[in-house]
């Protein structure tokens, strides 16, 4: 597997290295000791979470303020456009956010460290999400910013209105959200 850095270096595209033959495929979708290598850093994943949602649905832009999760998402079926934003204060790129479309067929990992919000748009009828997370559930902590607040101007790749859940509806302008420091 190797890793591509994004215009936020944090956020890396994991890419594996793929084994195909008449037969189909095989690829390694995790190693620990060859992750940890790659992104540079220490990690310890505590849970994995896996969705399914419908063209047109998006997601986010979900954190948590404490227990803060890194995710390490992937697509199993179907294509989505994910998008992480740095909501960390006193980051270089704070405000800034970088997106890229997971596939199936491409099989690309996004790594998305603590201190970002995170979101993603299905392109495909359906989609079906992995992610495996740095740190467990805690709906007490969960914020959403607003998934197109002017200030933040993510390019989501949709000409219509997206289904978001209700609280993704209620998401907050990112001036007026709780962040990291």
Same mark, same amino acid.
């Given at each position: ?16 290295? $793929? ?5 189909? %495929?095989? &690829? ?28 047109? +649905? $998006? ?22 456009? /994910? +998008?992480?934003? /740095? ?41 079906? +999400? $992995? %992610?495996?997370?740095?740190? %467990? %559930? ?10 197109? /607040?002017?200030?933040? /101007? ?17 998401? =907050?302008? =990112?001036?007026?959200?709780?962040? &990291?420091?």
């Amino acid at each position: 597997m190797r890793a591509i850095s994004l215009e936020i270096p944090d956020v890396k595209v994991i890419e594996p290295k $793929l084994f195909k033959d008449r037969r189909g %495929y095989f &690829f390694e979708s995790f190693n620990h000791r060859a992750f940890e290598t790659i992104i540079e850093g220490k990690v310890e994943f505590v849970q994995d979470n896996q969705s399914l949602s419908m063209k047109n +649905v $998006l997601r986010g832009l979900h954190y948590q303020i404490k227990n803060s999760q890194g995710k390490l998402l992937r697509v199993l079926s179907g294509e989505v456009f /994910d +998008v992480a934003v /740095d909501i960390r204060r006193s980051s270089p790129t704070f405000g800034k956010w970088v997106g890229e479309i997971l596939s199936a067929d491409n099989k690309r990992q996004l790594w998305i460290p603590p201190g970002f919000a995170h979101g993603f748009l299905v392109l495909s009828d359906v989609a079906e +999400v $992995l %992610y495996k997370t740095t740190d %467990y %559930y805690a709906p007490q902590h969960e914020r959403c910013i607003a998934w197109n /607040d002017n200030s933040l /101007d993510i390019q989501w790749p949709i000409s219509i209105p997206p289904i978001l859940s209700v609280s993704d509806e209620q998401g =907050l302008p =990112l001036s007026s959200a709780e962040l &990291f420091t």
